[in-house]
């Protein structure tokens, strides 16, 4: 069994975040335009790496937190292709709450971001199912109407073609993600 590995069943197991303190964004303290950057970025693109290979929904504590420190890392020039897999993961045993962090995986970290991050994970599991979870009294968060207005704005595009759930984790899985990880060979 690989460290990486090991560190992913280990947390599963803990939720120990102490295991993760080499995969945390740190910013390498460099200003210029491709010099900064993030100190851990490598070692968490191992991570997210192995992660993908074999992952359930026991795994979303730590692609969350993985989520989150790749978010932290927009303005470091890292690329977005470990947050897109990060998203994806979520989304492929996603809930109804894990909405808002698909949302900002999609829009909540710059214009990279939302060109690269495909909306349908914003459609979670269905999207009138989707909008009927975020216009709930008990279940709606400051943040549910914005989802709402970005999910009913792109439904208003007449020329629009959205993939289906099922058809998106097909899609996903067979070409984008082959297309991500040979991306991030190079980098």
Known sequence: MNSYRKIIDEFKLSKDEKLLIDFRCVHN??????????????????????????????????????LQEELKGFEFDIPVYTTDLCAFMIYKYMVNEDIYDLYEAKFGAGSDHMGFVDIELIFGLNKDETKTFLKNDDTQKELSNEIVETIESYESNPNAKFKTREEYITYFETIKAHNIKEDLEEY
């Not at 851990?40 to 692609?63: G, T, V």
Request: charge should be positive; charged fraction near 45%; hydrophobic fraction near 25%.
């Open 29 to 66: 303290g460099k200003k210029g335009y491709e010099e900064s950057d993030d100190k851990n970025y490598q070692n968490r693109k191992k991570l997210i790496l192995e992660l993908y290979k074999d992952y359930s929904a026991d795994d979303k504590p730590l692609i969350k937190w993985l």
